[in-house]
């Protein structure tokens, strides 16, 4: 027997389960089987032996005592190693890997006050000369007890905006903020560590801290006004976003507080509280035992820690624990006071318990076992999950499916954790990607994540699909059957090998790129970090410890993996199968009928998801494992050769000579290429990964008056194919994965442009340029992905009729312009588009000889030769003592650069400056569209007021006029109001446009 180990969640409270055994092999439950029913596998790795698991109908199994009920129910301690029991057949690792701890981030520092108050501080130098500092007191709204339901956000108000000593910040370059979640509030100032005349901030940053969370004055006007504060804040958030939010919070999290007392309160408590209310809540939560402080920035470290003693010890020590000596024990995880359910701060007085209802596979081990969610089909039974909610809501347009499992947090602490977590990374994207190809859009509606939860306390597995209404069977269909696939047959080698290479590149990316991580980051990642005590690393250390175990990842222990983290939908149905935790389901209530004109009804039931999940088809292995071709390269050798004009070095160094110039101010290189493209490029050591943007005039204000919308969707067409040449779209995706670069097409009213990303090594801006010559040279103009694309916006035009935020702004840009290409474009507008108009729009502004190329990366390869040099050394941040050298500074050799920077303008010579001159007829740039002028308009057009109709009650309102640009111009009606002043920013020897605030103050110019 293991009484007192489980509890069982009975549809309303936790109940102890004092009956529960564990039963052997071969041992049958206490009841007897049912006559004639087949027996289920006793865990997930036997559903591949069983012949009649391919069924989409699973037969019942034995039944339980009735005392116990659907087992499915059961909790388990949340900390990882309680969970390891979960039947699954885990590959074993190398010898020693989980007694192998991962090594302390050599900079962070960690102590204890006498009166309990926790601090980590962490010396950073980004941005130079300014340092972070957040106090977190652990507690939220699941402390709060059901009369106090929003006090502790109320709290948050009222001693944060009440403090003269944060008031006395304001004006000094220093920021602060407060944020209360379910299980923290947080109180944060990020502030210079001198101010010109030379007054220090570091202390009053902290004293201001200190009378936030422990002397709030607390005054009777200061709770009137944030209690109204928080009431008009109440009204302010509650958007349809928000209201999906707590729908699925509901959901998720039935068996506890997260999903039911939400941080913002109930209206008839927050108008009741009075002072003594809220002193109470303080004196039973804020005290120093009760708080961690976090300090990162560019101090000493002697200069941190002498300042938390001064300003924080005087703080009086309340709930102290007995003995005192208790405060050094560890408090997070599995020695926590709550070990059971969230991982939270151990202290002396109780918390309310919150208990997850954990999906996971059926309990036991090779030897023992429970038999779990007994169910029989053909007496109406169904499988066991959590709540399935269907969140309905004329507001909303499309149709979104939700799945969840919670599962306990595996705390980061040995390098065996850390192969775990390579195995879920390669998981999730070979996954996403898969699941991506099945449509035959670039713009997948799906996305797969598996992710530690701050504020839930726990680990979280969503799937969400997006879907047409009318076409969800599909959209859903589509991705159970390649879930379960991954589960049934894992993954393959070249998947393997490609993203264990794609995921190493992205972690060494994290250490060239330390040293520009600002401080906010590191402390945010320290302050997660700690809530489920993960080991804090520095990003060589990682690095390190990646490269390590990388090597002894395997195919099989990925495919484990998947069963642990998808069985729940990939084995739904199956006795083995961990329980969904909760389905949300976010639908309207009409949809649109085009070939009719009118809005008709929409419905989804419990019942047919429920039977759409467990009757799609399995896949085949050899359908499971059909993998695409991955190109090396995109440009052959053949195809190069023909780009090259005779004598391409005499041309490429003739070429360069005369057209490249170097701006010494800004250091910026500018060069023409042959065509007609402009480049501006500019080199820094501060960035791991390239950006580049190509510009083009035009955008949607190109849009002839019959062809409104021709050019986004034009754009968003190519975006839909994602093909050019003789390659596929996901040949392209995983060309792109294999050289960690990103492109993407965009446009807004004024030019369309293309953003890449690409690494600064192996590669990878050859990689980009190759894909963008084809893209210029060879796009795939597709029939198919001109109906995606127009689709998509006429979604987004029935969207904007229904979102009170989107249709208000919409009304306010038809009253300011008469020009319709400002606005969105209307349905009738897109239904009158075809594949030939939005490919004329597009190759009109998409001419090689009208681009604007503009580039920054480290092609000067510092950075990277920074990153050997230090090998075995660890740095944070670019601090230095006075007066000592910067020792991180990497000189290369005056030839070495000038290689590289020939070897750049070689690439975009080659690839970009040999594309050949556009015969298309560029697009009309002579029509900017004018705004109205205000005086001219009548009050009813200048003040509108409409309704629509929401389930919630609440108001936008939106005021706009026009005003001149960053640089002081503006349209005709600008123009004639300057010189009506007799005001121009060009006046001869005007100082004023060399200020670093000229751009801003144009905009104040009237």
Known sequence: SIGGTFSIWDGSDWVPDTTLKLLGPGQSAEEEPVEGVAQQPSGLQDIEQQEEVAAPVVAAQSTLPEEVRDLSMLHWKSHWKASQRCLIDWPKGPEGLDQKPLPLHPGVRRGVLPNGLRYVILRNAMPPKRFEAHIELHVGSIDEDPDEQGIAHMMEHVCFLGSRKRERLIGTGSRSNALTDFQHTIYHIHAPVKLEDGRGMYLPALEALYEIAFAPEMLPHRIEKERKAVLAEMQQVNDMEYRIET?????????????????????????????????NFHEKWYYPGNATLYVVGDLDESEMIDGIKKVFEPANARHKPSPDTAIMEPVWGEASADAKSLFRRK????????????????????????????????????PWHGPLRIFRNELLEGLQLNFYAKTPVRPLRSYEDIRNLVAVRILVGVLQFRIVSRYSSNHAPVQIDHSDSFREGCAVTSITVNADPRDWRNALACVVQEIRAICD????????????????????????????????????????SDVFDHIVMHPEQSYGAFKEVAPTVTMEQVHATAKWMLGFIGYYGLAAAPPITAIVVCTPTQVYEEHSGKWVPFSITEQEIIELLLSVPDKTKEEALNQ?????????????????PPNPIDAMTAWRAASRKVDDVTGIVQIMLPNGARVNYACT?????????ILVPGGRSSDEPDELGSAMVGIRTISESGAVSDFSREQIELFAVSNLMSVHLDLNLEFSYIDANFTNTTGGLNAVLEL?????????????????????????????????????????????YADPRVSEALVEDLNKLTLAKVRRAV??????????????????????????GVEGGLSTGKHREEGEHDIEEVELPEAAKQRRFLELDEALWKYLGLLPASETKQVNLDRPPQINKGEELSPEDRQRTAHLEDSDERAVANIGGGAPNRWGKGDKYHKEIMEKMQFSWDTPNNQLKDHPLYPSTCLLAK
């Open 247 to 279: 729908w699925t919070l509901s959901g998720l999290h039935e068996t506890n507080k997260l999903g039911s007392q939400f941080p913002i309160g109930k209206e008839e408590q927050i108008k009741a509280w009075q002072q003594k209310d809220l002193r």
């Open 772 to 816: 963008l010559h084809l893209l210029f040279q060879e796009p795939r103009w597709e029939v198919p992905a001109f109906v995606r694309a127009q689709q998509a916006y006429k979604a987004q035009a029935y969207a904007v009729q229904k979102s009170l935020e989107q249709s208000t702004m919409d009304r306010l840009m038809r009253m300011m």
């Open 685 to 693: 050591p501060n960035e791991s990964q390239g950006t580049m943007r």
């Open 628 to 644: 695409v071709d991955v190109p090396e390269n995109l440009l052959s050798g053949e195809k190069l050769e023909k780009l090259l």
């Open 347 to 382: 202290i002396a007085r109780d918390r309310p318990e919150q208990l997850h209802n954990f999906s996971l596979p059926m309990i036991g081990s090779d030897h023992e076992f429970t038999k779990a969610a007994a169910f029989d089909t053909k007496s109406g039974g169904k």
């Open 843 to 868: 190759s009109g502004q998409l001419r090689p000889q009208d681009l604007e190329i503009n580039l920054v990366a480290d092609f000067e390869g510092r950075g990277h030769s920074k990153m050997q």
């Open 489 to 528: 047959y894992g993954i393959t080698e070249s998947e393997m090998n490609r993203y264990m290479d794609a995921m190493l590149k992205d972690v060494q990316k994290g250490v060239q790129e330390n040293d520009t991580v600002p401080s906010e980051d590191h402390l945010n990642f320290i302050m997660t």
